[in-house]
């Protein structure tokens, strides 16, 4: 049922979308009572130039 | 006015996208009653790494 | 694993999302080649103040 | 930064809704590395009309 | 063609609606070379019990 | 807080984007009343295969 969507910065390796996938799955299960399987994770990788915060491209942003 | 996404992993052919966009949006219209000009459908492929089920990355399950 | 977002304007019979979600899941399934129970839809009522084509709110729009 | 968004049946408590949000907010800056100021959880409530899996609506699902 | 989709707290009255989606529809034709009646805004209201930043709930914040 | 989602047509420039992102996030503090950096501005490209109108792909539609 549950459906979360992460919407971040490109760049994150497989090993962190995998621990985050397994992490959220898990706790949305305990705290809202639903089955581990019927949650699905959808990550959605974010370029610097299609992402502005406070009026700016974060690609414009010094880091 | 309606927009309808559909999410779902990379890999369909143009064909198979040009066949589901035209029945969607005509039985989108003859169900809700609704112009199939003013209908938008779009469509989101998404990585087998940015998928989770179940707590597991699509990517790192076996086909 | 496909999810499907339908958002139109607020007002539609429950008969017509009940055949709306129907018809939507087996056309998906047949055209994309996935199962069906693999498959979620979900509908957005969207009131007429929320919503704006053209640069006018439809809530607006004469009838 | 990192925008989560967490679409689930309505009628979960605003206990169960502050545990999930603290919760995913220090595991997404601890496994993602980035600060927890920056990060923004939306839940959306779905009503069981509006969600349907298998092509059959919640509402019309046995318990 | 182009959406755009505006999440903000609710409370915002229709007339600061109707003026956001006028100036909108307008910016984006003229930024990008499209034109306004092909340009869809929807405007989603959050409540403060569903939108966290920080890890808390904007409920749970002192105005 | 506002999360402004701008989805269109792949191909606008990086000086298209500066410029929207910079006008949408101060027009939306002025007319709503809220803080330049309280606000995040995503855009989504779209391919013309994965976006349709009135039932056509905008890739089989003539220019």
Redesign the interface.
């Known amino acids: 049922?549950?459906?979360?969507?992460?919407?971040?910065?490109e760049g994150?390796s497989?090993e962190?979308?995998?621990?985050?996938?397994?992490?959220?799955?898990?706790?949305?299960a305990r705290?809202?009572g639903?089955s581990?399987?019927s949650?699905?994770?959808?990550?959605?990788?974010?370029a610097k130039?299609?992402?502005?915060?406070?009026?700016?491209?974060?690609?414009?942003k010094k880091p």
């Not at 049922?1 to 910065?9: A, D, F, H, K, T």
Request: net charge negative; hydrophobic share 45%; aromatic share 4%.
């Open positions: 049922m549950p459906i979360v969507r992460v919407e971040m910065l994150r497989l962190q979308k995998r621990e985050l996938v397994a992490v959220y799955t898990r706790e949305l705290i809202c639903c581990e399987t949650i699905t994770v959808v990550i959605e990788d974010v130039h299609n992402w502005a915060s406070g009026g700016q491209l974060l690609a414009d």
